[in-house]
């Protein structure tokens, strides 16, 4: 069974920083991300990171204030979230998916497991 256990979502003011943390339950995967998903709006890319190649993506949103790493170790991503701003308050979600050919990586379908989610509220 399959387990993705994250942590540090909190409440922080406009300009202040967070790091998400996702366990996997002790097994390497294809690919890991993390998603958002504010109220009343469609679950959203954030970042993802390739376990293979060590390479990641970003959506246009985050650039140069998100970055995501990995410790290889304990199977575990992190979201580093600086400058943090009122528009990425949401529930962040990690993901962990094996390999799917044609599928991207930007989207759900790419993603076999899911975490439960943890708030993030970024006052102004």
């Known amino acids: 069974q399959v387990r993705l256990v994250e942590s540090g979502g909190s409440?922080?003011?406009?300009?202040?920083?967070l790091r998400l943390s996702c366990a996997a339950s002790g097994r390497p995967f294809f690919a890991m991300g993390w998603f958002r998903q504010a109220p009343g709006k469609e679950r959203e890319f954030v970042a993802t990171f390739h376990w293979s190649t060590d390479s990641t993506d970003y959506t246009d949103s985050v650039k140069g204030r998100f970055t995501i790493s990995r410790d290889k170790f304990k199977y575990t991503v992190y979201l580093q979230m600086n400058s943090l701003e009122p528009e990425d308050t949401a529930v962040y979600y990690c993901a962990a998916g094996a390999y799917h050919q044609g599928v991207s990586y930007w989207t759900t379908a790419a993603y076999d497991y899911w975490g439960q989610g943890t708030q993030v509220t970024v006052s102004s």
């Open 11 to 17: 409440v922080v003011q406009a300009g202040g920083s």
